[in-house]
């Protein structure tokens, strides 16, 4: 077996970890509103500051992970990310819940995208799609594995302790997870996986006389990607795709609160839109390994967008629990085609900066999802036009992917 599969695995294993334990937020949520009494704006708050540090630790961590590999690296961001959820469990005021979630623990998950998505981006050539989509299923199948973990843990030894037990088993996780991980294969001395297979049909395709894909300019360092027109609209594309999806990850179990069901079943429906986003993490990538990572991922945001309008108007538990898993289908697929886009347009010689800095401008853009759904509820007394607001800006996405076809 290639060593990138254990790559793969690794990649999983600290992604499940990390975004299992940070989108629980959802679940705390309803427990902090109970003993404080603090507005849901000013709770979303520490989301939105969260997001944007995630964001733009990203960018730091990505330089680290070209630099000193992705070992050291996601190592520290476990343990990051692992203290700030522990500490959580001090908290008394709000400003606490910002430095300790939108600070420390948002510092941490900036090791939980971009070095894995750029060591992934090395490690293939050939089933690419697949591989981003199995590596990054953590980032679905944590919040489903977690999502009933926390919930027993919340019941059980209420909301103090669970954030205590959840932060140090994360920061366990996710540094064993880092220290499978290697930057990239010469450093074993092996090729990509499917390197040699990638070179025959090239060879074939010349030998048939059929045209080649025009050749790219090489890209090594960030500074003359973002001198590109390019760059800008593919981090605006993939901007609007986390603001739209980050209003779902903080406000889900609320709004199904607000429908008048139980917190077992926003549990449940929770557990449902995750296993849909890691279903349509492998089954996008999957697919996009045929038809193309850009057409992939505009077909995935249309589901994530009907979807999330689907939660606005759903009324019964079947309705709720489907549109959960469309929104997690869609959303979770076009997540791993991030990567696959934008290391098709620049190279995978600088992917842990390129990648940095894609997330810090997603995540300044995406912040703002959670934090105007919070306003817009307090405003309005419900989240239904906010995430019918989240449908709208999908479509943007879907309508800015389709000027990625060319450079300039």
Known sequence: MHFGWIIVAACLLVGMSGYGTYYSFTLFYPYLIDEFGWSRAGISGAMSLGLIVYGLAALPMGWCVDRFGPRATIAIGGLLMGGGTALGAFVTELWHLYALYGGISGIG???????????????????????????????????????????????????????????????????????????????????????????????????AGKAEAPTLPVYTNLSAMVRTGVFWRMALTFGCWWFAGAIVFVQL????????????????????????????????????????????????????????????????????????????????????????????????????????????????????GPLASGLVYDLTGSYAVAYLLGGAVFAVSVALAATLRHRG
Do not use: H
């Open 109 to 207: 998950m900036g090791a939980a995208w971009a070095p894995l998505v750029s060591t992934l981006s090395r490690w293939f050539e050939d089933r690419r799609g697949l591989a981003m989509g199995i590596g990054l299923l953590g980032g679905g199948t944590g919040t489903l594995v977690l999502a009933p973990i926390v919930q027993v843990l919340l019941g059980s030894m209420g909301w103090r302790e669970a954030y205590l037990w959840l932060g140090l088993g994360t920061a366990v996780v996710m540094v064993g997870g880092a220290l499978l991980l290697r930057r990239e294969p010469a450093d074993m001395g092996l090729e990509p996986y499917g390197a040699g297979a990638l070179a025959a049909r090239q060879a074939a395709a010349r030998a």
């Open 253 to 368: 179990a609320p709004f199904i609160l607000e429908k008048g069901f139980d917190l077992g079943f926003a549990a449940a429906v929770v557990v449902a839109f995750s296993a849909g986003n890691g279903a349509g993490k492998v089954l996008v990538g999957l697919v996009s390994d045929r038809l193309g990572p850009r057409p992939s991922y505009q077909a995935a945001c249309l589901l994530a967008g009907l979807g999330m309008v689907g939660l606005a108007y759903a009324a019964t538990p079947l309705t709720v629990v489907l549109s959960g898993i469309a929104f997690g289908f869609g959303f979770g697929g076009a997540s791993p085609l991030l990567a696959t886009i934008a290391v098709g347009l620049f190279g995978t010689a600088a992917a842990g900066a390129l990648m940095g800095a894609v997330l810090a401008i997603m995540g300044t853009v995406g912040a703002v």
